[in-house]
C-alpha cells in the first residue's frame, strides 16, 4: 500500500501540469482565432508573424499568472466550486488587461464585443474542465489516512478543521502524548500520515525525526517560536549552521517603497471605488435614516491609538453593552450590512486610513484596546501583532475567518510579518479578491463551544480502544494492507 501511494504522488505534478496544459492551449487556440479574424485582419497596418506571436504570447502569459496567483491551477487545494471560482477570476482579469491592450493598438476603434464572447466560452470550458480534472485528482489521490498526536483539549479545533476537507483528510485515529513514545510510534507506522499539535517540545523532536526517518508525512501545528525561526536567515559565516533572526522588520528604503506602493494603490481604488461607496452609503442612510459611517479606536504600529472608519452594518448603539465581537447570525447586524460584509464593503472607508498613514494595505487587522488587553491576560506574545502597521487585509484575512480563535490569528499574523515583502504583499491582496467567493468567509465568534476533544468522533487503536482480540486485528491489518505490528 505504501508503494502504491508513493507511487501515485510522483504523478501529481504531472496531472497538474497536464491540467494546466489542457486550458492553456484551448484558451490559446481560442485567443488566436478571434486575434487573426476579428482584429489583426481589420488593422490598417496588421501585424506579420512575430508581431502575432507576441499578442499571443503575451494573452498566455497573462492567464497563466492571474491564474496561478488565484490557486487556479491548483488541484486538490480547492474544491470543485473553489477551483472554478479560481479560473472565473483569471479568466476575468486577462481578458480584461486584453480588451485594454487591443483598445490602445486599434485606437479604440475595434469592436471589442468579441472579446466578452471569447470570455464567456472560456468561462463555459472552465466549468467542465474544474470538475473533471477535480474528479480525475480525488480518484488517483483519495484522503490520507491520518493520525493525531495531542497533548491537550485543544485539538479537538484543529480535528475539526481538518474534517471540512474530507476529500484530503481522514483523522481515523487519535493517540495522547500520555502514551509511552514505543506505543505512539507504532501508531503512527498504521498510517500515510501523523499530526502533531501541542505536545511537550521533547516529544515532539522525537516523533518528528521518527516520521523523517520512515518517509511518513507530517502536518504539524506550530508554535510561536517556530514561526519566527521560519523567518530565520541562513548564516554560514562558520562551519557550524546557524539561523540569524533579525527581528527588526523591513529596512527603511523596504518601508518607503511600501508606504509609496500602499499611497499609489489606495488612491487609485479610491477613485475607481468611489461610485460603489456612494451607493452604499445612500443605501445606508435609507434604510434606517442612522449614521453611514462609524468609527472605532483601534491600535497601530507600537500600540498607537487611532480611529478605523467603515461603514455601518449594525444597528446604531450595537455596543451600548461594551465591546463585542460579532457572532455568527448576530442579530444586531441590519439586511444591508449582512450583505456588504458579505462582500466586504464595510471595509472601504478604511482606504482613507491608508492614505493617512494609520494603516497598511497588508498586515495585521487593527485591534481595539480593551479586546486586546482582554487576550494579553492570557496570551502576552498578542503584542507582537503591533510590531508592524495594521493592514487592510492580510494572511488572517485570507485564510482565517470570524471564528478564527485569537491564538490562530496571531500566527497567521506572526508569518506574515516574518515573510513580508512587496510581493507577498500583492499575492496577499489578490487573494483578498479571492476570498469574496468563498461562502463562509465572514462566520462570526461562537463562544458555546466546548473545549474538550470529542474522541468519540474518531477511532482509535482497535485492539485498546474497540477491545478487538488478536485475530480480529491481524485480520483487519491483512484486509487494508497495514503493517504489522
Known amino acids: 500500500m505504501d508503494n502504491i501511494t508513493k507511487n501515485r504522488e510522483q504523478y501529481k505534478r504531472l496531472l497538474n501540469f497536464i491540467a494546466a496544459l489542457v486550458i492553456i492551449l484551448f484558451f490559446v487556440m481560442g485567443f488566436s482565432f478571434v486575434w487573426y479574424n476579428y482584429y489583426n485582419s481589420k488593422m490598417h497596418d496588421p501585424f506579420w508573424h ?111 478543521k481538518m474534517a471540512q476537507r474530507t476529500d484530503k483528510y481522514n483523522i481515523c485515529a487519535a493517540v495522547s502524548c500520555e502514551e509511552s513514545l514505543d506505543e505512539i510510534e507504532r501508531r503512527i507506522l498504521r498510517y500515510e500520515g501523523a499530526i502533531i499539535t501541542d505536545i511537550p517540545g521533547d516529544l515532539r523532536n522525537k516523533l518528528v525525526k521518527f516520521c ?54 489606495a488612491g487609485i481604488m479610491f477613485l475607481i471605488l468611489l461610485p460603489f461607496m456612494l451607493i452604499t452609503a445612500l443605501v445606508i442612510k435609507l434604510y434606517d435614516g442612522g449614521p453611514v459611517l462609524y468609527s472605532q479606536v483601534r491600535l497601530t504600529t507600537n500600540g498607537r491609538k487611532f480611529k478605523v472608519l467603515k461603514f455601518r452594518s449594525m444597528i446604531t ?74 493592514g487592510l487585509t492580510g494572511y488572517a484575512q485570507i485564510m482565517g475567518k470570524y471564528n478564527t480563535t485569537p491564538y490562530d490569528k496571531l500566527k497567521l499574523d506572526l508569518m506574515y510579518i516574518e515573510h513580508q515583502s512587496i510581493r507577498e ?21 461562537d463562544d458555546e463551544k466546548p473545549i474538550e476533544t470529542k474522541r468519540d468522533l474518531i477511532e482509535h487503536d482497535f485492539s485498546k480502544d474497540l477491545g478487538m482480540t488478536e485475530e480480529e486485528v491481524v485480520e483487519y491489518e491483512e484486509e487494508n494492507g497495514l503493517p504489522k505490528r
Not at 499575492?427 to 462566520?443: K, M, Q
Request: hydrophobic letters at 45%.
Open 212 to 265: 523523517f526517518e520512515h518517509s511518513i508525512r507530517t502536518y504539524i501545528n506550530p508554535k510561536l517560536s517556530d514561526i519566527i525561526i521560519r523567518g530565520a536567515d541562513d548564516f554560514h559565516l562558520f562551519d557550524t549552521p546557524l539561523l540569524l533572526s533579525r527581528n527588526d522588520g523591513l529596512k527603511f528604503e523596504q518601508r518607503m517603497l511600501k508606504r509609496f506602493f500602499d499611497i499609489s494603490l
Open 50 to 160: 512575430y508581431g502575432n506571436f507576441l499578442m499571443i504570447g503575451i494573452y498566455c502569459v497573462m492567464y497563466a499568472t492571474f491564474t496561478s496567483l488565484f490557486n487556479g491551477f491548483r488541484l486538490g487545494y480547492s474544491k470543485f466550486l473553489g477551483l472554478f471560482g479560481s479560473q472565473v477570476l483569471g479568466i476575468l482579469s486577462t481578458n480584461a488587461m486584453e480588451i485594454v491592450l487591443i483598445a490602445l493598438i486599434g485606437r479604440n476603434r475595434m469592436d471589442l464585443s468579441t472579446m466578452f464572447v471569447l470570455a464567456a466560452v472560456e468561462l463555459v470550458f472552465a466549468y467542465p474542465w474544474s470538475y473533471i480534472f477535480t474528479m480525475i485528482y480525488t480518484k488517483m489521490y483519495p484522503p490520507r489516512r491520518l493520525i493525531i498526536i495531542y497533548g491537550n483539549s485543544n485539538a479537538k479545533y484543529l480535528v475539526n
Open 317 to 390: 448603539n450595537a455596543e451600548k453593552g461594551g465591546a463585542q465581537l460579532a457572532a455568527e447570525n448576530d442579530d444586531r447586524i441590519t439586511p444591508v450590512g449582512k450583505v456588504i460584509r458579505k462582500i466586504r464593503f464595510d471595509e472601504l472607508p478604511q482606504l482613507i486610513n491608508i492614505l493617512k498613514g494609520d494603516m497598511s494595505f497588508v498586515g495585521p487587522r487593527p485591534e481595539r484596546p480593551e479586546l486586546a488587553e482582554r487576550y494579553e491576560l492570557t496570551m502576552p506574545e498578542f503584542k507582537y501583532r503591533l510590531k508592524v502597521k495594521a
Open 425 to 445: 504583499d500583492l499575492r496577499i491582496i489578490l487573494s483578498t479578491v479571492r476570498t469574496v467567493f468563498v461562502p463562509d468567509a465572514t462566520e462570526g465568534v
